[in-house]
């Protein structure tokens, strides 16, 4: 926030005018001043909290100035609640706090008792337990209280720091001082800033994350006896929170705890901010969301920092170094987020990638699963990236974990995509074996049952291509919603290569594939691969006009490879489709050589023989 506006109010009388003139001559202003101020403005230059700009409005309390009064309210970011004797004070309960919310103004009050001076019989703790906790106590609003005297400048500079910082540092989202707790938002926003800085994940900050922490959060090194004195504070209350080990949670929360009973508040929010939190306590919208563009033609992938990032976080979170993420281990590795991403939920994760037979995700399945959602929509990685505490040494901040693939150019021309993430569309008819192709890619046991698909389904596995190179293929069955997918042109283009299967066995199976592509003919705008399903059994005849074989020959293409889920061999299928992904020209139909033209070639020739011709031509004349 650039500006914080003060709206100073309160019954006549009460020295409303004379703290602002107190302020601004920094001396008590005996001569008679006039009723109300104009508007006063405090540049940044004062020390105000975050650097901001201090707009003070004086009012009137008198009633032919209560429009005034309105409009100055409802303008204000805080409001400067001034009283001096026992008439005022009860007047703060029974008239200005209600009037205050009659209006709708939900904005900070600062209470402040002024003419101290005049009434030096009584302590301040006694004015704050008698006369300020009670008013606080039923009024939530009420920010934070103050005992003030302009004629000896009293608390003069600290009532209007108040006022700043009740808008630059609200306590009221942070602390329920009725119930003498960190409010809920506050406490979920703390365990999230404790467990990214706990960098080794044993549940405690040792020493050094604590010297991090506190580098990170405020800039400035601890003093050589402060961790000693924090430790000592943290185990008067909790003894097992803070020892050899460290401190854990609770000792950290405790001591926010601590910062907001004292009036310190401040500390609380210097260190949110710094973890790019709101003053509601959500994440900013820019850290969770940055700006990046994907072009058409172009897809998103993890860049190398990236995948290291996911990496590292795996092996952090695999407590048992089984090779594994169990489902403790997942929760512990999400616990600074809001779960795991909707999408996982929608397909079906961790059964759309490669998990260890008790069925938790593999270190090659996690890097899979994140492949596929960046591909998909890197808006989710770039959120989870911000959440899980993804840290760049650039100004890039998380999209430097990504990375944008070249444009593709024409597919059916010769070259190489740039990319490493692939998706392919598998389609055939009803019980073809698209779901057992998709499960043998993930290489999980062979099963009879059938099971038919209706809403989509993925499947996402790495695969090494011919010269060792690795790159994410994604399998897609479209269920029911086939043609409305096929239908859909950036669908379409989002696919890098279309797998037509049929039953081998079944006559009826190929017929299917000849009326999609009749039906679909944008299909034939992309690379294609035909494949023989369950080729284990008894080849059928199909019914159609001309059999695969002699189909696709009369397309120019490649004949159908015949496999089975059954075999070993069903992965020199998956390598295929990789590298069609990579060199779309080769599953597309092959061209015929034309005619070769040799005129040049021939004027060439004559030339050449001319040219001897009249080289002997001169040899010979000069001889003679």
């Known amino acids: 926030m650039a500006t914080v506006r003060i709206c100073v109010c309160g019954d006549e009388a009460v020295g409303k005018s004379s703290i602002i003139t107190s302020l601004v001559k920094d001396v008590f202003v005996t001569t008679k001043i006039q009723s109300v101020l104009p508007q006063v403005t405090l540049p940044p230059t004062l020390g105000t909290p975050e650097n901001v ?22 303008k204000s970011n805080v409001i400067l609640l001034v009283y001096s004797d026992h008439y005022s004070y009860e007047r703060v309960a029974l008239f200005w706090m209600p009037y205050f919310r009659s209006l709708g103004v939900n904005v900070p009050v600062v209470l402040c008792a002024n003419k101290a001076d005049l009434r030096s019989n009584r302590t301040t703790s006694q004015v704050v337990a008698d006369e300020m906790l009670p008013v606080m106590n039923e009024f939530k609003e009420i920010d934070s209280c103050i005992r003030t005297s302009a004629k000896e400048h009293h608390n003069i ?44 994940k044993d549940g405690h900050w040792n020493d050094q994350e604590i010297y991090d922490f506190q580098m990170k959060s405020f800039g400035k090194p601890l003093a050589e006896d402060d961790l000693p004195n924090i430790k000592t504070t943290i185990q008067r209350f909790l003894p097992e929170s803070a020892g050899d080990q460290g401190m854990d949670e609770k000792g950290f929360l405790l001591l926010n705890k601590m910062f907001a009973e004292k009036g310190r508040h401040e500390t609380i929010w210097i260190i949110l901010r710094k973890f790019c939190y ?23 992938e993890l860049s190398p920092s990236g ?36 999408s996982w939920i929608d397909s079906a994760f961790p059964s759309c990638t490669v998990r260890n037979e008790a069925g938790h995700i593999t270190l090659q ?43 593709r150019k024409r597919r059916n021309r010769p070259g190489r995509v740039e990319r490493n993430v692939f998706l392919c569309y598998v389609l055939g008819a009803s019980g073809s074996g698209k779901s057992t192709l998709l499960s043998a890619f993930l290489q999980r046991p062979f099963s009879p ?16 291509q011919k010269g060792g190179k690795q790159c994410y293929l994604i ?67 199909q019914r159609c006009d001309q059999q695969p074989d002699e189909y696709t020959g009369a397309l120019n293409m490649a004949a159908p490879l015949h496999v089975s889920a059954t075999w070993s061999s069903i992965s020199e299928l998956f390598v295929h489709l990789a590298e069609c992904a990579t060199y779309p020209s080769i599953a597309f139909p092959k061209q015929d050589e034309e005619p070769s033209d040799y005129t040049n070639l021939y004027i060439a020739l004559v030339a050449i023989a001319c040219a001897a011709s009249a080289v002997v031509i001169w040899k010979r004349n000069s001889s003679s």
């Open 278 to 300: 709101t003053d509601s306590l959500s994440l900013k919208d820019t850290f969770l969301h940055p700006k990046f563009e994907v072009p058409q033609f172009s897809s998103a």
């Open 157 to 200: 500079n600290e009532v209007f720091f108040l006022c700043q910082k009740a808008v630059t540092h609200p306590i009221a989202p942070l602390y329920d001082s009725k119930e003498a707790a960190l409010k809920p938002a506050a406490v979920s926003a703390l365990r999230r800033v404790f467990h990214l800085c706990d960098k080794d």
């Open 53 to 74: 700009t201090t707009i003070i409005v004086d009012t009137s309390a008198l009633p032919h100035e209560r429009h005034t009064l309105r409009k100055e309210l409802r």
């Open 449 to 464: 049952t059938y099971h038919p698909t209706i809403k989509p389904r993925s499947a996402v596995n790495s695969v090494e």
């Open 475 to 541: 399998l897609e069955e479209l269920g029911e919603l086939e043609p409305a997918i096929l239908e859909n042109q950036a669908k379409l283009d989002a696919c890098d290569l279309l797998c037509y299967t049929y039953d081998s066995s079944e006559p009826d199976s190929f017929a299917y594939i000849v009326e999609l592509r009749k039906k679909y003919p944008q299909l034939d705008g992309l690379p294609a691969v035909y494949t023989a399903l369950k080729a284990d059994q008894d080849k059928a005849m």
């Open 365 to 407: 399945g996690w890097l899979a699963q994140w492949s596929m959602t960046t591909f998909e929509e890197p808006k989710t990685t770039l959120e989870y990236l911000a959440y899980l505490g993804f840290e760049s040494n650039d100004r890039g901040g998380t999209t430097t974990a990504l990375k944008v693939t070249k444009a």
């Open 307 to 342: 995948y290291q990032f996911f990496v590292d976080l795996f092996l952090l979170f695999d407590k048992d170094n089984d090779g594994a993420l169990n489902d403790s281990e997942l929760a512990a590795l999400f616990a600074p987020t809001p779960g795991i991403p909707p």
